[in-house]
Nanobody
């Protein structure tokens, strides 16, 4: 029910905006997060936004470069990624948490999108 899009190939220093659309009825009451998984590494937390958009939290590695936002009218969240670095190369996943306020652990999320690949060249 979660469809991530917007990935692609970009040069270091460039920008991309990821989107995640959902048709779920619980979207407007769910915290929404972005995670990523680089080749050979475990999935890691990137950013989260609360159900009403009033609060966000970022991994230290992306803070100041990435911005998460949501549009409840469109059932969509976004991840604006600026100043991209080769270390940001990964498959990016969006996820929904129906229970928790602003979770950072993948185990606290109920639903996952299929992922979109971001490749940053040096």
């Amino acid at each position: 029910q979660l469809q991530a899009s917007g990935g692609g190939l970009v040069q270091a220093g460039g920008s991309l905006r990821l989107s995640c659309a959902t048709s779920g009825r619980t979207f407007s009451t769910s915290a929404m997060g972005w995670f990523r998984q680089a080749p050979g590494k475990e999935r890691e937390f990137v950013a989260v936004v609360t159900w009403n958009g009033d609060s966000t939290y970022y991994a230290s590695s992306v803070k100041g470069r990435f911005t998460i936002s949501r549009d409840n009218a469109k059932n969509t969240i976004y991840l604006q990624m600026n100043s991209l670095e080769p270390e940001d190369t990964a498959v990016y996943y969006c996820a929904a948490s129906r229970t928790y306020w602003r979770p950072t652990s993948a185990s606290l999320y109920n639903d996952w999108g299929q992922g979109t690949l971001v490749t940053v060249s040096s």
